[in-house]
């Protein structure tokens, strides 16, 4: 059942307790399209690593971030990157709506 699967999330090779959020959505045939997402905020380089663990296989992925010397992006890069991330969440969200009112 689903309660066999979870998702594992690692900062830096520690496992992560906090600001953890999922979400399921059932599909055809009773299958089930999870996704899992942290909040978090870093002042050094930090590798995330999220973990699906269930009954019909594992699958891994990972992020570097990198944090870049103020100097050196300067706040404009930085903002112009925020709003690119932003803008590909909220794509993903209406997609996700989308796909409630399809099924």
Same mark, same amino acid.
């Given at each position: 059942?689903?309660?066999?699967?979870?998702?594992? =999330?690692?900062?830096?090779?520690q496992k992560m307790?906090?600001?953890?959020?999922?979400?399921?959505?059932?599909?055809?045939?009773? &299958? $089930?399209?999870?996704?899992? #997402? $942290?909040?978090?905020?870093?002042?050094?380089? !930090?590798?995330?690593?999220?973990?699906?663990?269930?009954? $019909?296989?594992? !699958?891994?992925s990972k992020v570097?971030?990198?944090?870049?010397?103020?100097?050196?992006?300067?706040?404009?890069? =930085? !903002?112009?990157?925020?709003?690119? =991330?932003?803008?590909?969440?909220?794509e993903h969200d209406? *997609? *996700?709506?989308? #796909? &409630?009112? !399809? =099924?």
């Amino acid at each position: 059942g689903p309660d066999d699967s979870y998702f594992v =999330w690692k900062k830096n090779g520690q496992k992560m307790k906090a600001c953890i959020t999922e979400q399921s959505h059932m599909l055809f045939n009773g &299958r $089930v399209h999870v996704l899992s #997402w $942290v909040k978090d905020s870093v002042s050094e380089n !930090t590798e995330y690593k999220c973990s699906f663990i269930s009954n $019909v296989g594992n !699958t891994m992925s990972k992020v570097l971030i990198t944090v870049e010397d103020k100097d050196g992006v300067g706040h404009n890069g =930085w !903002t112009k990157e925020f709003y690119n =991330w932003r803008s590909a969440v909220s794509e993903h969200d209406k *997609m *996700m709506q989308n #796909w &409630r009112k !399809t =099924w």
